[in-house]
């Protein structure tokens, strides 16, 4: 049985797109071993199993490389049925991965300019990265999760790092992006998924963060000297 072989990740804690992978085997139940990866002296394992991207995550499931944080997602989803992550719904199942695609290609790509940028470039990509959270608390509305107000799903893990990993893009990249008044149902959806067990025993600490986020604004500054 596919769901029964040897299941490792490999990855790190404080990237976001490995917590989702470990939140959703948390909350499936499912045992994995963490291949613990040094981004910046990558192994030869990851460069082997992830030859086109060369990066974090990767599930090894039976000896075979699945990359891709969303597609991993969906892999485990397939893989192991209990406490589904995706809607059963076409149309439901259509609508998440269309909100996940937005989370990650608009409000990420948006956010990742504001931290990369000063000035007149970066007041330009605060603004892009408040219009897409304004229209993530739309989709949210009064619900308490993405998918509903039962449990947490596909959706709240893509998002994730909104919930935990903004704070500290903000903070070292010197901006305010996410307002709790102006985005109070993104804040209440934040208070509430940090908090769920299989998430919070994810979570990287704070400094480590901070480190990773001021070594990245530093050899930005170095490139641009
Ligand atoms: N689209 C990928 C993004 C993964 C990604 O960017 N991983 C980062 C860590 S947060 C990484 O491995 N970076 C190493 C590099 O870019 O060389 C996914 O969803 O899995």
């Known amino acids: 049985m596919a769901g029964a072989e040897e299941l490792k990740v490999l990855g790190t804690r404080q990237s976001m797109f490995t917590v989702r992978v470990l939140c959703a085997l948390d909350l ?24 086109v991207h060369k990066k974090v995550p990767v599930l090894v499931h039976g000896g075979k490389p699945i990359a891709e944080s969303k597609i991993i997602l969906e892999y485990i989803d397939e893989t ?34 504001a931290f990369m940028t000063t000035g007149e470039d970066q007041a330009k990509a605060i603004e ?39 704070q500290f893009v903000e903070e070292v990249g010197g901006f305010k992006a996410m307002d709790a008044a102006k985005y109070p149902c993104l804040d209440a959806w934040i208070q509430n998924f940090v908090h769920i067990p299989s998430v919070a025993q994810n979570l990287p600490s704070p400094d480590d963060l901070r480190d990773i986020f001021c070594a990245m604004r530093m050899a930005m500054a170095t490139q641009t000297k």
């Open 28 to 51: 499936k139940g499912v045992d994995y071993e963490l291949v613990q990866e040094d981004l910046v002296n990558k192994s030869s394992l990851l460069l082997s199993l992830n030859p």
């Open 128 to 166: 892009s990265t408040m219009e897409a959270l304004e229209l993530l608390e739309q989709e949210l509305g009064g619900k308490k999760y993405f998918g509903g107000d039962e449990e947490i799903g596909y959706v709240d893990m893509v998002a994730g790092w909104i919930a935990y990993w903004l």
């Open 80 to 113: 192991w049925k209990q406490r589904p992550l995706l809607p059963e719904d076409p149309l439901e199942r259509a609508h998440a991965r269309f909100w996940a695609a937005f989370i990650d290609d608009k409000l990420m790509e948006a956010a990742r300019k």
